[in-house]
């Protein structure tokens, strides 16, 4: 049967978040029903990851199996026509070797966590950013982040509820950088603990308000225990940027 | 009395545009209630470009005259504050000479327009750009842009109610440039006709498609006659960049 790929970007403000839940809409299944509406069949959609609440995405990937002979331009059009108003949009769509799966073949996610940094709130932004209206000092978040790079137990940053089966995770990337009065944040590892990187954006933000210093970051980091780290930054500066495989 | 300068950015979505009116909300209104509200002074505020509805600004300049002795930063806080929850920032505050006036004082207003060229529909996006699905011949466009530069009479892009004395303008710049799926069109010029921007754009849009030539483009030009050049492009896609003094 056909495998097909999917790239999907969202606007998590509307959903429960990636998976389908009792209490509100989830974007898997906004695509499953759009599947189900241009083909007659019930399939279950697989993700690279699977976001938060009010966490967005550029380039979510996914996968599911159809039966019959759907050209891959069709099934882009048909899901992305089936979708409206919600805003979801496929934006590219790939027939993929039955060995592919979107979750588990996965060497790598890619996130961005945006903060607006200046006194005055968003307006274009709102809903895209996490906003702190208290000067950010940059360059210290950049020599907090790089401490945190590399292989760690990363208890301290795990939430209640994780799925992972070890606390233990690769860092490839953990930068800070700059653009006008935004911080975008960068963490790039082959997978993630629960939360994770909003718990370390929260920890970071404590250093660059001048609250924590670099000793702080590894003592928590070293504790193994979510109490001692900093809080978790909200969802709406979260994008999955992209998977690779 | 002082005279106070605000830079200001906004979502145009759900406002009937900068002015006050009897069908909605302006953004106007919105700044001149804060102003009362932490003033108790009712104060007229004049604007660089009066954005009609949907139109975005990152740089939307304004004035107003206030009695009293405040500080630029706590007007600033003060109408965020009183701003709140419109997505409306007031990013700058400062005192300016009695002779300083935001419209009339103007050397150059600076406008963008987004149009999203892409065959999967906007997410992210939404809302904030022109989504066109055909491809765009964007070199077509940049040459026919080219050709409106300079100073012209631009009856064939002016809207009926257009208040200028005179429809002859100078483009100082109109340019295409591709940023990904995007296409930035930036237009600069000492003042506009009403809707000449997005007139402009529905035209550039026809040369794109490949259903205008370059010389259909100057026919419409020369003709000085509203119903010979192209549609006009739709409001979310426009955004008022900023002002120059």
Redesign the interface.
Known sequence: MPRFKLII???GKPFVGWQRQDNGLGVQEVIEGAIEAFSGEKVACYCAGRTDAGV?A?GQVAHFDLPGDWKH?RV??AL?AKI?PQ??????VEVVDENFHARFSATERHYEYHILN???????E?G?VWWVPSTLDTSSMRDAAKMLQGKHDFSSFRAAGCQAQSPIKTLDELTVKKVGDCLIITARARSFLYHQVRNIVGTLSLVGLGKWTQENVIDALEACDRTRAGPTAPPEGLFLVGARY
């Open positions: 970007a969202y606007d967005h550029y331009s882009r059009d992305n409206r805003p979801i949009s496929i934006i590219a200046r006194r005055s709130p968003p307006a274009l709102l895209r």
